[in-house]
């Protein structure tokens, strides 16, 4: 073998090399985005970012459940090539149902005050606002009833026990 | 204070009570409870622990709903008057007529929920109509 020919086999196979790294580097950040990306932004609010094959997921999500499974299924686009997945996922807190329509409330409260003569009730903006007086024995089912309204509030300060 | 350390009881029991669908949130200066609980002494054990910490119920800082899973079509429930009997209407709200009467302790069954606040009973007598839930208690 000539040293010509022993020069091109080492630059050949150099090249390679250099060839089969720089193949392997492609596959991270930006081509890693895109696979993540697809697999994770089916859920509205959730952002992929790819630093040397690091993945930081950010965004919010309505529950643990959900964080998890998003995590999850990041690491699983590629995990030959993702290095880790940093879940910077947040579990928006719980939308409560509240009832603040005064005149549902008003006649609902009527129902449940029937047995309460002695107590009289005011709605003003979703707040239940119960004055008079309830015998110590009752005030719980009194409370339980204009609870199970969900109203904004029940307000029972001014109300006397006896 | 805020309510999550007044409540802190509160939230641990809701929390370890097996509580289904349970959402606790503070919004505008007042706890909201919501859930499902198994049964209704869970219910009545909340109830117990946040009398306990608000005597009476005056602060007026939780609003606390919390229904019973075993309230289900066909089951049995209890009616939980102080002392008097319980109205059974004609239709669901207190305007209607009273069409039959349950005793306090007598256990009735539940053949739907018309809504949070009336359910359409039926006595063993065979009488049938709408009762004030609130008195009225899952066995389970």
Known sequence: MSLKNVISVFVLSGCLA???????????????????????????????????GVVT????????????????????ADSKHIKSVVNNLVVAAPQIEINSNDADLTSK????????????????DGVITVTGSVEQSRVQVLKQSLDALSPKRV???????? | MALTTKYKGLIDIANSSGIQDLQI????????????APSADVKNKLWDV?????????????????????????????????????????????????????????????????NDQWWLVRTNDGEEGYCYAQYLEPIS
């Open chain 1, 18 to 52: 250099v060839a089969t790294v720089s193949c392997k580097s492609k596959v991270s950040d930006s081509d890693l985005k895109a696979k993540v990306e697809n697999v994770v932004t089916t859920t509205p609010g959730v952002s992929v970012d790819v630093k040397d």
């Open chain 1, 57 to 76: 997921l950010s965004g919010t999500v309505s529950s643990e459940s959900e964080r998890e499974a998003i995590e999850n299924s990041a690491k699983a």
């Open chain 1, 109 to 124: 409260v009527v129902d449940a005050t029937k047995d309460f003569p002695t107590v009289q009730t005011t709605v003003k």
């Open chain 1, 155 to 162: 307000d029972m300060s001014t109300l006397v026990i006896k």
């Open chain 2, 25 to 36: 949130a503070e919004q505008v200066g007042v706890l909201h409870i919501r859930g499902t």
């Open chain 2, 50 to 114: 946040y009398n306990q910490l608000d005597p009476n119920f005056l602060s007026g800082d939780v609003v606390m709903n919390v229904d019973v899973s075993t309230a289900i079509s066909g089951s049995q429930v209890r009616v939980i008057t102080q002392n008097s009997n319980l109205n059974i209407r004609k239709g669901p709200g207190t305007d209607q007529p009273i069409v039959g009467k349950a005793a306090k302790d007598e256990i009735i069954t539940l053949i739907s929920r018309a």
